[in-house]
């Protein structure tokens, strides 16, 4: 007596379909490469930036000190010379020297002049000219159109969600860094982080390709699940937000540096004197101004991270494998990380942990993500082992 199989029919690949999305997917990755390099040669060229923007602030601080000047001139003219024609002997006092409408605001006659200032603390627009990056964002945004119509095409070619494997979880989370920085820079002035941004993208792809090619099929019964568009789909939006945390967090340990430096007349050392001379820190926000920014992202994406891995991923895991927790590899580091992220809010809120030691924490946060996705998916065995890579 034979007793019947219950199979599933899976839906076919479209082979077409998915060629369109690694041809899409290898056209966006240029695209990035030639942002980065544009941001590149911008972020090379900011001294001469730097040097047009101080002649543009110049000349507009003369001609407004020179309008200010006509204008009190002129309504002052009649009671100078009244005052001249009463009390003759006091006409000369005041004279020979230049007065105090005559000096920029805020200085005085033996101090030097302070730097204009370049860059709002607010990371607002301050109207700087930067034409290689701004042709940068251009192919940035081009680049990030092709990239989404190729992440669409593979799960449609799939038929599922295309966040199955290593491959398809680092090109998805390459986009949604892209197009959160797109977003941010509808309302900020983040063309400071084009190079770091851009450079982390253009690794996550070529490591997609190059370390985790996999080629679009049917993924294992336990991914074939809804929970996987909630779950996976956060915690690509929170390493997102954490990505370019780590990034500002890098530049502010910088120009931390470089303020003191600056400071002690150009540093001590050899390396402090180098970078008192980076002009291209200019064009960045204050440390205080980026530890800030960074400090409020890293809140908005631990709620995703608390939200997606740990609450949704037991959720899952115990539809799954009947149990919320098992001390799996992936989840002891996904529990790692949320705790390193949670000990930096409570210093950074409670504690008063400001400044580098808060931006090292937030950089020990974003190394364990590394070790997590890069180390403990492929030599950690166990029930996440979702790579993709061949046994």
């Not at 077409?16 to 390099?37: G, K, M, V």
């Not at 005052?83 to 006409?91: Q, Y």
Request: glycine share 8%; hydrophobic share 50%; charged share 15%.
């Amino acid at each position: 007596m034979t007793i019947p199989v219950l199979t599933v029919q899976l839906p076919s690949i479209n082979v077409q379909l998915a060629e369109y999305s690694e041809l899409f997917t290898l056209i966006s990755a240029c695209l990035y490469t030639l942002a980065f390099i544009l941001f590149t040669v911008d972020t090379a060229r900011s001294s001469a930036t730097i040097r047009r923007v101080e002649a543009e602030l110049a000349a507009e601080q003369s001609s407004s000190r020179e309008r200010v000047g006509a204008a009190a001139g002129t309504a002052s003219s009649g009671a100078a010379a009244s005052e001249a024609s009463a009390s003759p002997a006091t006409s000369g006092s005041g004279t020979g020297a230049p007065g105090a409408a005559d000096r920029p605001e805020g200085t005085s006659a033996g101090s030097a002049a302070a730097e204009p200032e370049l860059v709002d603390a607010d990371m607002a627009y301050l109207g700087t000219r930067r034409p290689f990056a701004n042709v940068a964002i251009a192919l940035t945004a081009v680049g990030a159109a092709g990239h989404a119509f190729a992440v669409v095409a593979r799960g449609l070619a799939a038929s599922r969600w295309p966040l199955g494997n290593m491959y398809e979880f680092l090109v998805g989370a390459a986009l949604v860094v892209t197009v959160v920085y797109l977003a941010a820079l509808l309302r900020r002035d983040l063309r400071f982080l084009g190079i770091f941004v851009l450079g982390l993208v253009v690794t996550m792809m070529v490591a997609a390709t190059i370390g985790f090619p996999t080629p679009v099929g049917h993924v294992q019964p336990a991914l074939q699940s809804p929970w996987i568009a909630i779950h996976v789909s956060l915690a690509v939006l929170a390493i997102s937000l954490f990505t370019l945390t780590f990034a500002m967090n890098v530049l502010q340990l910088v120009q931390s540096r470089r303020e003191k430096a600056l400071e002690s007349a150009g540093g001590e050392g050899r390396f402090e004197r180098t970078v008192a001379r980076w002009q291209f820190m200019r064009l960045v926000p204050q440390a205080f101004s980026l530890e800030s920014w960074a400090y409020r992202l890293n809140a908005v994406a631990f709620v995703f991270w608390t939200v997606g891995p740990l609450i949704t991923g037991a959720i899952w895991a115990q539809q799954s494998w009947g149990r919320y927790w098992g001390w799996d590899p992936k989840e002891v580091w996904t529990f790692v990380i949320w705790v390193v992220y949670a000990g930096y809010l409570h210093a950074r809120a409670t504690r008063g942990w400001t400044g580098n030691r808060a931006a090292w924490l937030s950089i020990i946060g974003f190394g364990c993500i590394i070790i997590n996705y890069a180390v403990v998916n492929v030599f950690f065995p166990g029930l996440h082992s979702y790579a993709g890579l061949p046994e």
